[in-house]
Structure formats: C-alpha cells, structure tokens
C-alpha cells in the first residue's frame, strides 16, 4: 500500500487526540500532505476501527481516489495545506475548552506567553460558516494568516504543523491556553502581555524546543543552554 507509515501515523494521531480528551468521537479530521496532494480522515468511521487503505488520498485538483469518502470538512484541509506550504499537517478537533471560547467568539489574548506557540500575540477565533463549506475555509484561512492554529467560530479549533507531532502538540497547547483564559474570565482581572512583551517571546521561541546545530547563531533574544562541561562527565 502506498504512504503506508503515513496511514498508521494519521490514525494513531487521530486515536491519541482522543485518548487525551482534545477531541470526542469522529469530530475531528486530520490531513497530511504528500507529493501531488494529500491524505485525510475519511467521512464517519470511527478511529478505533479505522484501517490504513481506509484514509483517502486526494490530488492536487481536490478529486480523491478509492472507495472511501473524504472527510466533510476536506475542503478546508485542501485549501489551507494549498495555501500554506510552510505547513504539512492540518488538524482539526471539538477540543471543549476551545470550543467554549470559540462559541463565544473570542479570541485568545496574550494571557500566557505560550500564546506564542500559535506564532502571534493572539490566536483568532474565525467568523462563522456551516461546516463543509468553501465559506468555513475562506474564514478559517483568514484567523490563520501568519498562525499555527486559530479557533472556528461556534465550531472548535485547527491546529497547524510541518508534522502530525507539532501540529498535535499545537492543538494540546491551544486547549490548554483556552482552559487558561476560560479561568482568567472567570476571576475577571487577567494581565494581558504586552505586544513588546509578546515580541520577545516570540523571537525566543525561534529557538525553543532546538538543538544549538538548529539555532540561527545571529539571534539577538535566544534561549541559552547552560556552559557545555563536555562530551562526558568522567
Ligand atoms: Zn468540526
């Protein structure tokens, strides 16, 4: 079969966003690119039982291959992976506390400074569109501009990555940011970061998470490892 690590890693992402309560039953979707197209969670079959030959391959036209149907929400997953080539995976979940803010239609402001992870100083919630629609992807492209997640309008959040590891790790911290600011509204007085603030935050997040070989050496804000005692203590 072909893309067949691919396959196994799209379901065992789709069953661990589920093992982790960021999402409930067969809501959400999952997309990864390939050459000339994608792959996707098909239309309505549970995680649990979900077989690799199973996840469709689609094209670069949007026309997909197989017995199987693509997920309803494929038109965004297409969409957004043509728009954002920065990008390879696009993941979308019900995540509840997304999903709460998201049906208030609120943005999450900087609360926290892992508000960074979305690559801004604020992850948008998208207008409203029916799920499906060429108009729920033209509102999702539009919260996502220079982001890697942003939340839908009364619908739940998509998560963005160069891998279905990063974009599940997006996804995980976005729901917990929204749990944040969830709790923050509810004492009433939460102290918003500031944008000079958030812009060190975000240039430190370049080098965040990175081995020294994957650090741009001319950063001036930069996360410094402690003194290299060498290859071995002895
Ligand atoms: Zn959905």
Redesign the pocket.
């Known amino acids: 079969m072909k893309h067949l690590a691919i396959r196994e890693d799209i379901i065992a992402t789709c069953k661990r966003m589920n093992a982790s309560g960021l999402n409930i039953g067969s809501?959400g979707n999952l997309s990864v690119r390939i050459a000339g197209g994608l792959l996707i969670t098909p239309s309505g079959i549970a995680y649990d039982t979900m077989r690799p030959e199973q996840i469709v391959e689609m094209d670069d036209e949007g026309r997909y291959y197989g017995d199987f149907v693509p997920s309803s929400?494929w038109r965004f997953h297409y969409d957004i992976l043509k728009a954002r080539p920065d990008v390879n995976v696009v993941l979308?979940s019900?995540a509840t506390n997304c999903s709460i803010l998201a049906c208030c239609r609120l943005d999450i402001p900087a609360i926290h400074y892992m508000v960074g992870v979305s690559g801004g100083n604020i992850i948008k919630c998208s207008d409203y569109a029916p799920?499906g629609t060429k108009a729920l992807s033209v509102a999702a492209l539009a919260a996502l501009e220079d982001r890697m997640a942003c939340l839908l309008g009364n619908?739940?959040v998509i998560a963005l990555g160069k891998s279905t590891a990063a974009a599940f790790n997006v996804l995980q911290e976005v729901d917990n940011l929204a749990r944040l600011y969830i709790g923050t509204l509810q004492i009433g007085k939460s102290v918003i970061l500031s944008e000079a603030d958030m812009n060190v935050v975000l240039q430190r997040f370049k080098t965040y998470g990175k081995q020294l070989k994957d650090i741009d050496p001319n950063l001036t804000e930069r996360v410094e490892p402690p003194v290299h005692g060498g290859a071995s203590r002895g």
Do not use: I, S
């Open positions: 809501a929400e979308h019900h799920f619908h739940g």
